[in-house]
């Protein structure tokens, strides 16, 4: 059975940091390239960030967050990361962790996208 499960969202104030994890399972996690989405109240879901397929040697982002989010993977425990610093109010959203079509060099369109997590709940205020 094919899932993503996305843990680590909260409540916190600007400026702070947090750290995202999801794990996967069921699938061949290391061929596929992983994303994070992430949608606010009224808004489309958008791109965030993604890292490669295999070892994760390469990473892109959304404007927004360069700096400041850093995505990573460990294929050996099937999880990919999103560790998020100087949090600002922008960033509240609904986090949703994905699974590209495998071998896609670094997808940043929804519909390359497969497997998706049910999301966690990213907010930011003071």
């Known amino acids: 059975q094919v899932y993503l499960a996305e843990s680590g969202g909260g409540l916190v104030q600007p400026g702070d940091s947090l750290n995202l994890s999801c794990v996967a399972s069921?699938?061949?996690?290391?061929?596929?390239?992983m994303g994070w989405f992430r949608q606010a109240p009224g808004k489309e879901r958008e791109f965030v960030a993604v890292v490669s397929w295999g070892v994760g040697a390469h990473t892109a982002y959304t404007d927004s967050v360069k700096g400041r989010f850093t995505i990573s993977r460990d294929n050996a425990k099937k999880t990919v990361y999103l560790q998020m610093h100087s949090l600002k109010p922008e960033d509240t959203a609904v986090y949703s962790c994905t699974a590209a079509t495998r071998y896609l060099h670094l997808p940043k369109v929804q519909n390359e996208y497969v497997y998706w997590g049910k999301g966690t709940q990213v907010t930011v205020s003071s």
């Open positions: 069921g699938w061949n996690f290391d061929s596929h390239p």
